[in-house]
């Protein structure tokens, strides 16, 4: 059986889990959440890079994103940063809903699932 490997461990949830040759990604949010809709897309796409890298992949492996945006409204902002970071040719299946987010500062959540 494999091994579970916890990547950025906090007290309620990890960055990301590992399990054999696939990383589940926690939802992330920005870390500044006093930007716009852009910044705070872009600030959580290099987190995704950065936890990607940390469990020995990338982007080009990303199996399935999802995306939760507080209101509709950002929908294109968003995919403006996204579409410009998403590699093209490995483009993965994807879902982006509008949600309430847990804390009103948060316009975006993003996660996923990418292979090693």
């Not at 949830?13 to 910044?39: H, K, N, R, W």
């Not at 199996?63 to 950002?74: E, G, S, V």
């Amino acid at each position: 059986m494999a091994e579970i490997k916890r990547l950025r461990p906090g007290v309620r949830l990890s960055g990301a889990s590992v399990y054999g040759d696939t990383v589940y990604l926690a939802g992330q949010v920005a870390e500044d959440p006093s930007v716009d809709i852009a910044g705070q897309t872009k600030q959580i796409l290099a987190t995704i890079d950065s936890i990607l890298a940390e469990a020995g992949t990338d982007k080009t492996k990303l199996l399935t994103i999802q995306i939760w945006l507080t209101d509709m409204k950002y929908f294109a902002e968003m995919n403006a940063v996204y579409d410009a970071w998403v590699p093209k040719g490995n483009t993965p299946c994807r879902a982006c809903v509008e949600s309430k987010l847990a804390t009103p500062k948060y316009l975006v959540e993003i996660g996923g699932i990418a292979a090693i």
